[in-house]
């Protein structure tokens, strides 16, 4: 069993559609959490950091973390086509180190 | 701010010779760790190094070599490549003292 789970999809929305992409992991020793951005052949690019438990809302996206149940998720409100990209999910035990990452989920807009 | 920046953006390498690939960290960053990322696969963590030394080690072989220098800049090493090796090489660097890890934009690795 690997350490992060996501779903690979594709996951295809209409435009303006609410997106939402989860994460289960199975380390309760995770304590930060964070969504990255890759589109096709480019790095990831870092769209939310949490700590711990909890709500957190940037613009367009909403991060929650629920620890008791090791799950995390990521909403993004209003999706655009230029949102279409793959989303992972990765976290780490303390404030620096490896990164342990989910497979990726793969998301298409369509107008 | 350049972000964190990777030479070369693509490779081309046959079966059994070296590589060296490498990354200048984000202004003010210490840490730098490498990852590889199969197609359709999340990163894996091969290493990190702070203070040129490397301080965390994933489960790759030891032809996977690393160096960083005290400008923080970092190098990535494969020795006797194979197939298998062909992948995204990331590097991503942060503060050893925490917070977000920031990436560059990768060297695709062909190995032929």
């Known amino acids: 069993q690997k350490e992060v789970e996501q779903d690979p999809g594709p996951l295809s929305v209409p435009e303006g559609a609410i997106v939402s992409l989860n994460c289960t992991y199975s380390n309760s020793a995770f304590q930060y959490f964070m969504w990255y951005r890759q589109y096709s052949r480019k790095g990831p690019e870092l769209l939310m950091y949490t700590y711990s438990s909890g709500n957190k809302e940037d613009g367009r996206f909403t991060a929650q973390v629920d620890k008791s149940s090791k799950y995390i998720s990521l909403f993004i409100r209003d999706s655009q086509p230029s949102d279409s990209a793959t989303y992972l999910c990765?976290?780490?035990?303390?404030?620096?180190?490896?990164?342990?990452f989910g497979a990726g989920t793969q998301v298409v807009v369509t107008p | 701010d350049a972000g964190v920046t990777q030479s070369p953006t693509h490779l081309i390498k046959t079966r059994g010779q070296q590589v060296t690939l490498r990354c200048s960290p984000k202004?003010?960053?210490?840490?730098v760790s490498w990852y590889q990322q199969a197609l359709g696969q999340g990163p894996q963590f091969i290493f990190q190094?702070?203070?040129?030394?490397?301080?965390q080690r994933g489960n790759f072989p030891d032809r996977f070599s690393g160096h960083q220098f005290p400008n923080y800049s970092s190098e990535l090493n494969v020795n006797a490549l194979l197939l298998g090796d062909s992948a995204l090489y990331l590097c991503a660097s942060s503060l050893r003292t925490g917070g977000e890890a920031f990436f560059g934009q990768g060297t695709r690795l062909t190995v032929v």
């Open positions: 202004s003010g960053h210490d840490t």
């Open positions: 990765a976290m780490v035990p303390g404030s620096w180190g490896k990164l342990q």
């Open positions: 190094y702070y203070e040129e030394e490397e301080r």
